[in-house]
């Protein structure tokens, strides 16, 4: 990903820093995990995990904050190095904001869990596990440098969103079936939205791969045509 260096203090810090990134994207996949659990198994102690994590998770982006701008301050990298603490810094921000959206479903399970179950959502679990995967494979793109990988999550996420608009459209029939269903139904339906929204951060730190590894920047609709 970057050349060699002769200052192996300078590699130090470009390593622990990529190593800091993928700590914390281990532990936002690990929220996103514990907070559908809580949802799926009604585990009150499962939502209370997510905000013990999600404490973790804010201090790392603190720390990889603190790593980027002292190795900009300090070491004035150029070319790849200068690409990959840029793109750390913005993917520490899509991260943590992924473990956000984890707590926010911790939240509803804890409120869903005070009422009655409605009937097993089949397509929420089907969009938790998708949006975890787009999750895992953008941070893996970034692991590998694989430009391939990364375009294949930007892809993948118009497929996430159309699961999204029919989990809704199902959600929305079951209030409709029974205005008893209204208050739990639009509960799962900001869980929906908040699983949309983590897909939607992981598309971006997929973009930033690609920035990262070519010096190209695709985050805008109209520059989606990949090479």
Do not use: W
């Not at 905000?51 to 973790?56: G, K, P, V």
């Not at 975890?132 to 118009?158: C, N, P, Y």
């Not at 983590?198 to 973009?207: F, K, P, Q, R």
């Amino acid at each position: 990903m970057s050349p060699r260096h002769t200052d192996k203090g300078y590699e130090a810090e470009l390593s622990a820093l990529r190593n800091r990134l993928l700590e914390l994207g281990g532990k936002v996949e690990t929220e996103i995990a514990l907070g559908m659990r809580a949802l799926a198994e009604r585990d009150a102690a499962l939502a209370e995990d997510v905000m013990a994590t999600d404490r973790e998770v804010n201090r790392l982006e603190v720390q990889i904050d603190e790593a980027c701008r002292r190795l900009l301050a300090l070491r004035q990298p150029a070319a790849s190095d200068l690409r990959f603490i840029t793109t750390a810094l913005k993917i520490v921000v899509d991260l943590e904001r992924i473990g956000d959206l984890a707590v926010n479903i911790a939240e509803r399970a804890i409120d869903l869990n005070q009422s009655p179950p409605l009937r097993p959502i089949h397509d929420l679990t089907k969009l938790a596990l998708a949006c975890q995967s787009q999750l895992r494979k953008s941070l893996d793109a970034f692991v590998d440098g694989d430009t391939a990988k990364a375009e294949a999550v930007i892809k993948d996420d118009d497929l996430l969103d159309a699961l999204y608009h029919k989990l809704f459209n199902e959600l929305l029939g079951l209030m409709m079936e029974d205005p008893r269903n209204i208050r739990r139904a639009t509960s799962l339906m900001f869980v929906a939205k908040h699983l949309e929204r983590l897909g939607d951060h992981a598309t971006n730190v997929a973009e930033m791969v690609i920035f990262m590894v070519r010096g190209t920047d695709v985050r805008h609709p109209g520059s989606r045509a990949l090479k």
